[in-house]
């Protein structure tokens, strides 16, 4: 994810947030606020780990069961 896609990313978000400060209780502000945040990090997480590797051939990291 580029600095820009990031950025257009929030950006959608910002009305949201903004519309938050029409004086409803903190409970209701707070549940709203995390829903917001977490649809971002999801959609930040999902194209991050979805960018494939320059190298088709490249090996995943394994990691050593111990046995």
């Given at each position: 994810?580029?600095?820009e896609e990031f950025i257009e990313a929030a950006g959608?978000?910002?009305d949201r947030l903004q519309a938050l400060n029409d004086g409803r209780d903190f409970?209701?502000?707070?549940?709203e606020f995390i829903n917001i945040w977490e649809d971002l990090g999801?959609?930040?997480f999902e194209k991050?780990?979805?960018?494939a590797?320059?190298?088709?051939?490249k090996k995943?990291?394994?990691v050593a069961t111990g046995k």
């Open positions: 994810m580029t600095r959608k978000r910002y409970y209701d502000y707070e549940k999801r959609e930040v991050n780990i979805n960018t590797s320059e190298d088709r051939r995943k990291l394994a």
